[in-house]
């Protein structure tokens, strides 16, 4: 958990994921789409991943990824990150943050 703690709050949005998962891909690309730079950290390439997978579960992330953290935070999952980005909260949180400056 204190990994997951410290690797969160290293950067303005920190996106815990799998490689091969493509909800994780959609979520990342609409972050770069919105001109958002994350830390990507994939958990399947990872030495530490499964330890990492299951801090992040007991935040309440269920399945583990894609986790999203805006501000050091638990943002959520892809069904959270889809649901801000289309009541248009998300980017809000990303200015708030200093993800983006417009």
């Not at 390439?45 to 953290?69: K, Q, S, T």
């Amino acid at each position: 958990m204190d990994r997951v703690a410290k690797l969160a709050s290293q950067k303005a949005v920190v996106i815990f994921s799998k490689s091969s998962c493509c909800m994780c891909h959609a979520i990342k690309r609409l972050f770069y789409e919105q001109g958002v730079s994350p830390a990507i950290y994939e958990l399947d390439e990872d030495a530490r991943g499964n330890e990492m997978e299951w801090a992040i579960m007991r935040l309440g992330c269920n399945p583990a990824v894609p986790a999203v953290f805006i501000g050091g935070k638990f943002v959520g999952s892809a069904n959270t990150i889809m649901t801000l980005q289309l009541n248009g909260s998300l980017k809000n949180l990303l200015k708030n943050a200093g993800a983006i400056w417009l």
